[in-house]
């Protein structure tokens, strides 16, 4: 909510406004437009009559060239999804509205799970839009391409976060696919040259041509990092001050966890009292998969490490607080 100073005079009033500064910019994929402009509406009861007064935001973007219709609502979809991951909120705007080559101006109406979310107020959203206002469009762009270089290492994140309730076990193996799909985006799957040389010599003590060959594809994979490894790689590139003896245990209760799932289809069977929290790891893991888009996306290491000192991410600290994977932070500095 913005208030706006007001004069008032004999026969009426005046409001001074600052407008804000509309941003405009252009990249490989095409022209992007936030623009903002003054909303109006009157209201009259028995005991007083008012005026209220919002400023409307309007995202535009126009590819670099034309595009269907279905590709249409595809950049819809991740226009609303950037703005999800921005503001960490699952609402989604109304339909959106396009231009078409002949010059008529439509609506696009078109398959999609709607949440029933009410829009973000700005002191909940994630990242507050003062701080990354100079540089949103490049945000933006940088959101087309990792969406598209990463795919479901960015997707399986945003599947948990589309108004869809599911179980506790569905969504812990979303956020874990999600993060070793980003892992393997980011880092690989290269092998050590080590692993390799161990390799061609155990390979090479096996006479039999096809003992050889059918071991050689049972190993095919095996040096592959671990699950614990991917998630722990990704963590420490985080601007967080993780206590390292406690990451390396959350990221192994992470890997045992997914292979008693994937197993024994429950978590009983693990003694772990932490592992089968699994709730808590869920929390953890989604405001961790949460920072690393951002972080990926262009977002500053500061204003990441600001917001979690922040009550944005209270929900975050206050998880990772309680499995001691981070210290506890005294000074709630307000954003």
């Given at each position: 909510m913005?208030?706006?100073?007001?004069?008032?005079?004999?026969?009426?009033?005046?409001?001074?406004?600052?407008?804000?500064?509309?941003?405009?910019?252009?990249?490989?994929?095409?022209?992007?437009?936030?623009?903002?402009?003054?909303?109006?509406?009157?209201?009259?009861?028995?005991?007083?009559?008012?005026?209220?007064?919002?400023?409307?935001?309007?995202?535009?973007?126009?590819?670099?060239?034309?595009?269907?219709?279905?590709?249409?609502?595809?950049?819809?979809?991740?226009?609303?999804?950037?703005?999800?991951?921005?503001?960490?909120?699952?609402?989604?705007?109304?339909?959106?509205?396009?231009?078409?080559?002949?010059?008529?101006?439509?609506?696009?109406?078109?398959?999609?799970?709607?949440?029933?979310?009410?829009?973000?107020?700005?002191?909940?959203?994630?990242?507050?839009?003062?701080?990354?206002?100079?540089?949103?469009?490049?945000?933006?762009?940088?959101?087309?391409?990792?969406?598209?270089?990463?795919?479901?290492?960015?997707?399986?994140?945003?599947?948990?976060?589309r108004?869809?309730?599911?179980?506790?076990?569905?969504?812990?193996?979303?956020?874990?696919?999600?993060?070793?799909?980003?892992?393997?985006?980011?880092?690989?799957?290269?092998?050590?040259?080590?692993?390799?040389?161990?390799?061609?010599?155990?390979?090479?003590?096996?006479?039999e041509?096809?003992?050889?060959?059918?071991?050689?594809?049972?190993?095919?994979?095996?040096?592959?990092?671990?699950?614990?490894?991917?998630?722990?790689?990704?963590?420490?590139?985080?601007?967080?001050?993780?206590?390292?003896d406690?990451l390396?245990?959350?990221?192994?209760?992470?890997?045992?966890?997914?292979?008693?799932?994937?197993?024994?289809?429950?978590?009983?069977?693990?003694?772990?009292?932490?592992?089968?929290?699994?709730?808590?790891?869920n929390?953890?893991?989604?405001?961790?998969?949460?920072?690393?888009?951002?972080?990926?996306i262009?977002?500053d290491?500061?204003?990441?490490?600001?917001?979690?000192?922040?009550?944005?991410?209270?929900?975050?600290?206050?998880?990772?607080?309680?499995?001691?994977?981070?210290?506890?932070?005294?000074?709630?500095?307000?954003?």
């Open positions: 913005i208030f706006f100073p007001i004069k008032t005079f004999k026969r009426g009033f005046s409001i001074k406004r600052e407008p804000n500064r509309d941003l405009r910019a252009k990249g490989e994929h095409g022209r992007i437009a936030l623009c903002h402009h003054l909303s109006a509406r009157s209201f009259e009861d028995q005991d007083s009559k008012g005026l209220f007064l919002n400023e409307v935001s309007n995202l535009n973007f126009t590819p670099k060239k034309a595009v269907t219709i279905d590709e249409a609502s595809r950049l819809n979809e991740l226009v609303q999804d950037f703005l999800s991951v921005l503001t960490g909120s699952e609402y989604r705007s109304n339909w959106p509205s396009t231009s078409f080559t002949n010059g008529a101006k439509g609506t696009i109406h078109y398959f999609r799970i709607k949440s029933d979310e009410n829009r973000p107020e700005e002191h909940r959203c994630s990242i507050p839009f003062r701080a990354i206002e100079s540089n949103f469009c490049s945000l933006f762009f940088s959101w087309l391409t990792n969406s598209k270089e990463h795919g479901p290492g960015i997707y399986l994140y945003l599947s948990t976060k108004g869809v309730r599911a179980y506790t076990e569905q969504r812990f193996f979303s956020l874990i696919s999600g993060l070793e799909a980003l892992h393997r985006s980011t880092f690989g799957d290269q092998e050590t040259d080590s692993y390799r040389t161990k390799l061609q010599r155990i390979l090479a003590d096996v006479k041509a096809n003992d050889r060959k059918w071991l050689q594809k049972r190993l095919k994979n095996a040096g592959a990092p671990s699950l614990e490894t991917r998630l722990r790689q990704l963590f420490e590139t985080l601007p967080i001050d993780f206590r390292e406690r390396n245990k959350f990221c192994g209760n992470c890997a045992r966890a997914r292979n008693t799932l994937a197993h024994y289809g429950h978590i009983e069977k693990d003694n772990d009292p932490e592992t089968q929290k699994i709730w808590r790891i929390e953890i893991l989604s405001g961790l998969y949460h920072l690393l888009i951002l972080s990926k262009g977002v290491k500061d204003i990441i490490k600001d917001g979690l000192r922040s009550f944005r991410f209270y929900s975050l600290r206050w998880h990772l607080e309680q499995s001691e994977l981070i210290a506890l932070i005294e000074k709630r500095r307000r954003p």
